[in-house]
């Protein structure tokens, strides 16, 4: 399979991954950029893999995860046409910010953790895929999942509780 | 919250994903670009990275003893042939742009150590401060040498050579060439290799001077690869290290631990064209000519950057302005040098050897 095999079948797919792992369309946008660029450069060791697809989201993956040192990160977001593609989600028009709750309560985790719940209930990935795409033990990965779980319990519920005792 | 409520949250933002028409240009325009970028670092001053770290002995093969008369054995003994240790010295000098060739001070003092077999590299700091006797001048911290032996129009070969003459009394070791290194020329090689991965094992606060040091810039712990001013910005940091020039001397081992390693990535040592050019970065002057060097490159381009060993000094501060004594375990190493059996000794000494 040559890249633009594989970009012209996946990269819509991957775009949406994007989103998920980061939370909106603009990052998203640099991210799987960032990702594609390097398969692209590389993509003699990415097609060499079992599955190339599966490979590409550990890059993607591996690229949000690091991003908390800014390396990448903050030279695309200081991209002086950073935003231009932004599209506006239809969604947000209409004022359905509870129901983003969801949304915003993720935003809050820790990266790996988003990226455990992306790959199980976005992608559907079976735990031992999601542990290679991470990069860690069944275990580990099963981890990720309840605790973030868990996480996102605590945070949607106390505005009801407080609420209720007044 | 259920997992149901997940899923929906997720399909629900399916369509803010960026469109694929505009990101398959962007990324394809950005393909061409880095890869013009990396052609211009394939030709560009590659070779002068290679002096730096490994290759540092590479450049000087020719001045002790692997001159034209040698080039044969050089040649006969890639290709499996007997060899010797070579001993190579590689300086950072303190030059700013606009200061004059005899003003210069070398603040990092490497000791290259290429074994005979070609299979290991052995690099040994010598800390800036320690004080040594200087030929024909007073006893002096180590970096003094470098700017006696520049006077008088002398210029970087002048203080390579009076450095040379001052570590061989200190030591015993003869060396077979020398490369000095100014600010800029370490922030060029950086570039031109795209940037240089280094590890650090706690995070670096980047100032010049003790008053400005609230407003550090803070490099986090951990492996990144840095741009030429970044690289730059860290060899050069000592204040807030906790043993100051020590330390600073671990951080330019990283840095040319990282050079190998991106020269080995990028194959260099296996183009004599490259080699050739490296020479040519400015800021860099090297003691040697031509083909041997070339040679010499050949034989180290199986060398990987664990095949590096580096090792330094221990802190010895004795306080005062005086400059620094060298403990018992530091002249063990120093003799270690001298007496070509650095391979014992970073055996038995692996507190003195680089925690990568």
Redesign the interface.
């Known amino acids: 399979m040559t890249y633009e095999e594989f970009a012209q079948a996946r990269l819509a797919s991957l775009a949406r991954y994007a989103v998920m792992l980061t939370g909106d369309g603009h990052r998203a946008q640099d991210l799987v950029q960032e990702t594609m660029v390097r398969a692209h450069l590389q993509w003699k060791k990415v097609s060499r893999a079992d599955s190339p697809e599966r490979y590409v989201k550990r890059m993607m993956v591996n690229l949000y995860i690091d991003l908390q040192r800014g390396s990448w990160w903050r030279r695309v977001l200081l991209r002086s046409d950073a935003g231009a593609h932004l599209r506006v989600p239809t969604d947000l028009a209409e004022g359905a910010v509870n129901r983003d709750l969801v949304w915003q309560a993720l935003a809050r985790l820790p990266r790996q953790q988003r990226a455990a719940l992306v790959l199980r209930f976005y992608e559907d990935l079976p735990d031992a895929e999601i542990a290679e795409v991470l990069g860690c033990t069944v275990g580990t990965a099963r981890g990720y999942i309840s605790k973030a779980l868990a996480t996102l319990r605590a945070r949607m519920t106390p505005g009801l509780v407080s609420g209720g005792s007044r | ?1 259920n ?1 149901e ?3 929906a ?2 399909a ?9 028409q ?3 240009n ?3 325009q ?2 061409r670009r ?2 013009a970028r990396r052609a211009k670092v394939l030709t560009g001053g590659i070779a002068a990275a290679v002096a730096l770290a490994i290759a540092v002995p590479v450049w000087l093969a020719q001045r002790a003893g692997i001159g034209p008369q040698t080039a044969v054995n050089v040649a006969a003994s890639a290709t499996g042939g007997p060899q010797k240790d070579l001993n190579l010295l590689l300086l950072g000098i303190d030059k700013r742009a606009g200061w004059t060739e005899n003003t210069s001070r070398s603040d990092t003092i490497v000791i290259v150590h290429i074994q005979a077999d070609r299979k290991k590299i052995y690099i040994v700091s010598v800390e800036r401060d320690v004080l040594v006797d200087i030929p024909g001048h007073h006893k002096d911290k180590i970096n003094s040498a470098f700017l006696f032996g520049s006077q008088e129009s002398a210029g970087p070969r002048g203080g390579l050579d009076l450095m040379e003459k001052t570590i061989t009394q200190l030591t015993g070791v003869t060396f077979d060439g020398g490369v000095v290194a100014d600010f800029s020329a370490i922030k060029e090689i950086t570039d031109t290799l795209g940037g240089v991965p280094m590890c650090l094992p706690k995070p670096v606060a980047i100032y010049r001077t003790p008053d400005t040091a609230k407003d550090a810039k803070v490099i ?1 712990a ?1 492996c ?2 840095f741009p030429g001013s970044v690289a730059l910005a860290l060899v050069r940091q000592r204040d807030g290290l906790p043993n100051g020039g020590y330390d600073r001397d671990r951080t330019m081992q990283r840095y040319l631990v990282g050079v190998a390693q991106k020269v080995s990535e990028l194959n260099l040592l296996t183009d004599a064209g490259k080699i050739a050019e490296l020479m040519k970065v400015k800021g860099l002057t090297v003691d040697l000519g031509g083909i041997s060097a070339v040679e010499l490159a050949m034989q180290l381009r199986g060398i990987k950057p664990a095949d590096i060993v580096p090792l330094s000094l221990t802190n010895t501060y004795v306080g005062g302005k005086d400059g620094e004594g060298i403990t018992a375990e530091g002249r063990a190493l120093l003799q270690a040098v001298g007496a070509g059996t650095l391979p014992e000794f970073a055996a038995s000494h692996p507190q003195l050897v680089l925690q990568r």
């Open positions: 919250m997992e409520e997940l899923r949250a997720f629900r933002h399916e369509a803010e994903a960026p469109d694929v505009e990101l398959t962007t990324i394809n950005e393909v880095r890869r986090g951990g990144h690869t």
